[in-house]
């Protein structure tokens, strides 16, 4: 999913897309259904795991000062 981050450009769908997959795979990881009413925020902090975006932004700005 970061594959290319620094440089990819991403509309609002996209971003949608990506959080969804990833908390696709992070109730993967702890066994839990959609249907069990469990907040994404709360499926985060169970992880210890920031959302994707802000590690896409980390990633985009260490580029743009190496650069």
């Given at each position: 999913?970061?594959?290319r981050?620094?440089?990819?450009?991403?509309?609002?769908?996209?971003?949608?897309?990506?959080?969804?997959?990833?908390?696709?795979?992070?109730?993967?990881?702890?066994?839990?259904?959609?249907?069990?009413?469990?907040?994404?925020?709360?499926?985060?902090?169970e992880?210890?795991?920031?959302?994707?975006?802000?590690d896409?932004?980390?990633?985009?700005?260490?580029?743009?000062?190496?650069?």
């Amino acid at each position: 999913l970061l594959y290319r981050a620094e440089t990819r450009t991403t509309t609002k769908r996209e971003e949608s897309k990506i959080q969804a997959l990833e908390i696709k795979f992070l109730r993967r990881i702890l066994e839990k259904t959609k249907w069990g009413k469990i907040k994404d925020t709360e499926i985060r902090e169970e992880l210890n795991i920031d959302e994707i975006k802000r590690d896409i932004e980390k990633i985009r700005l260490q580029w743009y000062e190496h650069a």
